[in-house]
């Protein structure tokens, strides 16, 4: 079984950055492609970004490009997304997910596993 476990969500004010990390417990996650999602109080879940299994490959959101960033490290086993210019609308429970291919997906059904979220709140 694969177990995700993310960090780093808060309270931040509009302008500000947050870095959120997920690790993932298993020995070959360079195998996984990663992404992130984001959930928001009566919306579908929503696509952020996702990393191949080597990090060469990236893809963003709409939403979210020229702001988010991602990255893994595969020594340590996790994922990281970098958010800067954090606007009141990035508010929500992000959602660290593993996919058992080194190619990403941009749909949450594309995904194998899923961590528990971490609330991420945008003060305006």
């Known amino acids: 079984q694969v177990q995700l476990v993310e960090s780093g969500g808060g309270l931040v004010q509009a302008g500000g950055s947050l870095r959120l990390s997920c690790v993932v417990s298993?020995?070959?996650?360079?195998?996984?492609?990663m992404g992130w999602f984001r959930q928001a109080p009566g919306k579908e879940r929503e696509f952020v970004a996702t990393?191949?299994?080597?990090?060469?490959?990236?893809y963003f959101g709409d939403s979210v490009k020229g702001r988010f960033t991602i990255s893994r490290d595969n020594a340590k086993k996790t994922v990281y997304l970098q958010m800067d210019s954090l606007i009141p609308e990035d508010t929500a429970v992000y959602y660290c997910?593993?996919?058992?291919?080194?190619?990403?997906?941009?749909?949450?059904?594309?995904?194998?596993?899923w961590g528990q979220g971490t609330q991420v709140t945008v003060s305006s």
């Open positions: 997910a593993a996919r058992a291919t080194i190619v990403t997906s941009t749909t949450a059904r594309g995904y194998d596993y």
């Open positions: 990393i191949s299994g080597h990090g060469g490959t990236t």
């Open positions: 298993r020995r070959s996650f360079s195998n996984y492609a």
